[in-house]
């Protein structure tokens, strides 16, 4: 892969996932939203175009910030 490379990490911004629920049993699920505090990603450049990502998470750095739903209430900002 030939190009420019930019790297990222939390100094850059916030890496978030948000979960949903769907399906019969939806309304037990939560709809999570999970902060991963140490991360970086590298981004590979072709001219204009990016041509690949690559992205690492430490596993042990993922909280949950907040919890909506489910048939039990989900605690506030919960390490995983």
Same mark, same amino acid.
């Given at each position: 892969? %030939?190009?420019v490379?930019?790297?990222f /990490? $939390?100094? /850059?911004?916030e890496?978030?996932v948000r %979960?949903g629920v769907?399906?019969?049993?939806?309304?037990?699920?939560?709809?999570? %939203?999970i &902060?991963m505090t140490r991360?970086?990603a %590298?981004?590979?450049?072709?001219? &204009?175009? $990016?041509? &690949?990502?690559e992205?690492?998470v430490?596993? /042990?750095?993922l909280e949950?910030?907040?919890?909506q739903?489910?048939?039990?209430?989900? $605690?506030a900002?919960?390490?995983?």
């Amino acid at each position: 892969m %030939t190009g420019v490379g930019w790297r990222f /990490d $939390p100094s /850059d911004g916030e890496l978030l996932v948000r %979960t949903g629920v769907a399906g019969r049993a939806a309304r037990m699920g939560h709809r999570l %939203t999970i &902060a991963m505090t140490r991360w970086h990603a %590298t981004v590979q450049w072709s001219g &204009a175009d $990016p041509v &690949a990502v690559e992205l690492a998470v430490e596993t /042990d750095s993922l909280e949950v910030l907040r919890g909506q739903g489910g048939v039990k209430g989900y $605690p506030a900002r919960k390490r995983l």
